[in-house]
């Protein structure tokens, strides 16, 4: 049974579209992210399940109530800001127990919840300092413990990562995953860092201007986007071209190399130009001294023209017939990756290919 | 080199402080002289005895407590109301109505242009007919001269607390208050304003030295010298040595005040965060 319901969700500024059409279906601890760029809609939408905005159209449903109109403060929804917004005049216990408080709980079982709280952000030791004498992570950690600790029924979190550095945003990204699993919390994420969305969410919501561009889980979305901003959004994709070989064919021509598709061109003329895309990782580098092997596969000879070495992972930017390529193939400690200005193939499965058109 | 490190901007710094201080401490230190010199050739504190035992009569206090202590009981009153009223609006407008906020100063120094004379004038015009007659009451009159010391203290208090919400990020504050179930009233009460507890002193101080020292406003309403402000403009038409006596308690009745709002402030922040143990 759905959980949280945002049916048809519209919000205008003046004349201006903050979101149009919103419709997603939660069900009970599931976490989904809203992916987007900046202006997409994805912290409105957000901030109209907390409360902070009121939709000009449509309905939010919780737990089979409609709170729509609802004040934020009787939504039973916890919310975690990127800029932490922490009490400053409170300690860590105070501000982890300061939601506890409202709700009128007897003080010793807010000392017992509290103390809890600080157990499962690890920070026992630290009840009794202010946020000024924490630093952002443990800020952070302490908002997510005031946010979940009045057990409430939805927990928003806001970019909340985006204020804090690379290595502390990897490991608090796990803590939130674990928490919300642990508690089974039913949980919106909104980010514009694909791999935060993709590493933490059983679902992702793409936002654009405002629209759902695709809901799916991270594999869908990244596997079989459903628009052509969802593709380039997520992830980083190759566009190639190529002219058709023949009328409603699946093969294209580019520059002397035949490269066939998954699917045929229906509807297309022989000569059309075709566009295709392809993610860096499903190109495979080759040394040219290597036959094609296998029949099953495309070959395309590129230049290389930089490339990157990331540790597990050997970014390289080629050029196929003046366009340029990004690859990504894992570091092979017995096999250095080649230098700038060698000539390489590049193998790629037929299905790894995605029509532009199609998408 | 710094400007810290550059010995003549330091020299100059430190004979700017000290011109200012002098400034401030002089008139202070020969005001007290004087009023040490009620005894010919004598340094003595009579003038303070005076003014702590004259009685206007063999039955009533000494003037100088009941005054004093009129104008002290104005002036929190005054406090409370500026602050109840002040601080709400203030945080609306920074909060929700950042587009009015240009009305709002300019309505906020208003107070500059209206004379105290004007504003008692216009209370008296206004108020001691029906169907608002106020001052036929000593608790009408007192609430009329609360209202015009508000009105009076506007300008500082809202700068005070203006400048004070715009330190805190009060948007992201009272939205992470509201998620955790608290009302306008609890957001205010616990979480806005144990952060303005600088801007609120200051203000709180600025109003208490204006009231307590008010004479335009205070005169016209309780002609009776009841106001300590009527009070030391009536002994400095009578007397020589205890308005300068006077003086000098005023002065140490603010700083005690100083001190003891900010020991008030310190200590409800301690209570705040022993709440949960």
């Given at each position: 049974m759905d959980f949280l319901i945002l049916n048809d969700l519209r919000k205008?500024?003046?004349?201006?579209?903050?979101?149009?059409q919103f419709d997603l279906r939660m069900s009970r601890g599931e976490f989904v992210s809203f992916l987007g760029p900046s202006g997409s809609g994805k912290t409105t939408t957000m901030r109209m399940v907390a409360g902070f905005e009121n939709p000009d159209r449509g309905t939010i449903v919780l737990d089979g109530m409609d709170i729509t109109n609802l004040q934020p403060n009787k939504r039973k929804v916890g919310m975690v800001f990127q800029s932490y917004a922490l009490f400053p005049h409170l300690t860590v216990r105070d501000n982890i127990g300061f939601g506890l408080m409202l709700s009128k709980m007897p003080k010793a079982e807010i000392g017992k919840r509290v103390d809890e709280m600080l157990g499962l952000i690890q920070m026992t030791e630290l009840?009794?300092?202010?946020?000024?004498?924490?630093?952002?992570?443990q800020q952070q950690r302490v908002a997510l413990a005031r946010a979940i600790a009045p057990r409430p029924q939805v927990l928003l979190l806001d970019?909340?990562?985006?204020?804090?550095?690379?290595?502390?945003?990897?490991?608090?990204?796990?803590?939130?995953?674990?928490?919300?699993?642990?508690?089974?919390?039913?949980?919106?994420?909104?980010?514009?860092?694909?791999?935060?969305?993709?590493?933490?969410?059983?679902?992702?919501?793409?936002?654009?201007?405002?629209?759902?561009?695709?809901?799916?889980?991270?594999?869908?979305?990244?596997?079989?986007p459903a628009t052509t901003f969802v593709a380039g959004f997520v992830g980083t994709l190759n566009v190639l071209q190529g002219t058709l070989t023949q009328t409603g064919g699946d093969t294209l021509r580019i520059g002397s190399t035949n490269v066939r598709l998954a699917t045929k061109m229906e509807g297309r003329k022989a000569d059309s130009l075709i566009k295709f895309q392809l993610r860096p990782e499903a190109i495979t580098p080759h040394p040219v001294t290597d036959l094609p092997g296998n029949p099953a596969l495309n070959y395309l000879n590129a230049r290389v023209e930089g490339v990157t070495f990331l540790g597990a992972v050997v970014r390289m930017r080629v050029n196929v017939?003046?366009?340029?390529?990004?690859?990504?193939?894992?570091?092979?400690?017995?096999?250095?990756?080649?230098?700038?200005?060698?000539?390489?193939?590049l193998a790629f499965d037929p299905g790894a290919c995605m029509s532009v058109a199609a998408v | 080199m710094s400007s810290k490190n550059n010995p003549i901007t330091y020299w100059v710094a430190v004979a700017i402080v000290t011109i200012c201080a002098l400034y401030l401490i002089v008139p202070l230190l020969t005001q007290f002289d004087f009023s040490l010199r009620m005894k010919r050739d004598v340094l003595s504190l009579d003038a303070y005895v005076s003014v702590f035992t004259t009685k206007p009569n063999a039955v009533d206090p000494p003037k100088f407590y009941t005054s004093l202590l009129f104008s002290a009981g104005m002036a929190v009153l005054t406090i409370a109301f500026s602050l109840l009223v002040i601080v709400p609006t203030t945080f609306w407008v920074n909060y929700r109505l950042p587009k009015f906020k240009p009305v709002m100063d300019l309505f906020s120094v208003m107070p500059f242009a209206i004379p105290g004379i004007v504003l008692a004038f216009g209370y008296l015009r206004t108020y001691t007919s029906p169907p608002l007659a106020l001052t036929n009451t000593d608790a009408g009159t007192a609430f009329l001269l609360v209202g015009g010391y508000t009105v009076g203290v506007m300008p500082y208090v809202y700068r005070s607390v203006d400048t004070g919400?715009?330190?805190?990020?009060?948007?992201?504050?009272?939205?992470?208050?509201?998620?955790?179930?608290?009302?306008?009233?609890?957001?205010?009460?616990?979480?806005i304003m144990p952060n303005l507890r600088a801007a609120v002193i200051s203000a709180s101080l600025i109003t208490f030295a204006v009231a307590v020292g008010e004479y335009t406003l205070a005169n016209f309403l309780f002609p009776d010298e009841r106001a300590f402000g009527s009070y030391i403009a009536a002994i400095g038409r009578n007397r020589i040595f205890e308005?300068?006596?006077?003086?000098?308690?005023?002065?140490?009745?603010?700083?005690?005040?100083?001190?003891?709002?900010?020991?008030?402030?310190?200590g409800s922040t301690?209570?705040?965060?022993?709440?949960?143990r």
């Open positions: 205008l500024y003046g004349s201006a579209v903050a979101v149009e009840g009794q300092r202010f946020p000024s004498q924490l630093s952002g992570g970019e909340p990562l985006s204020a804090l550095d690379a290595k502390i945003r990897v490991g608090l990204r796990a803590e939130i995953r674990a928490i919300q699993q642990a508690l089974g919390i039913t949980t919106i994420y909104v980010t514009h860092d694909q791999e935060e969305a993709m590493s933490l969410s059983d679902r992702v919501v793409v936002m654009s201007h405002g629209r759902v561009e695709q809901v799916g889980t991270p594999y869908a979305i990244y596997n079989t017939n003046d366009s340029p390529l990004s690859v990504d193939t894992f570091n092979n400690p017995r096999m250095p990756p080649p230098q700038k200005g060698d000539t390489v193939q | 919400l715009r330190a805190i990020d009060i948007r992201t504050l009272t939205e992470a208050a509201r998620s955790l179930g608290a009302g306008w009233a609890t957001v205010i009460w616990k979480v308005p300068a006596a006077l003086t000098i308690i005023s002065y140490l009745l603010v700083w005690a005040c100083v001190l003891a709002v900010q020991r008030i402030g310190r301690q209570t705040q965060t022993a709440v949960i």
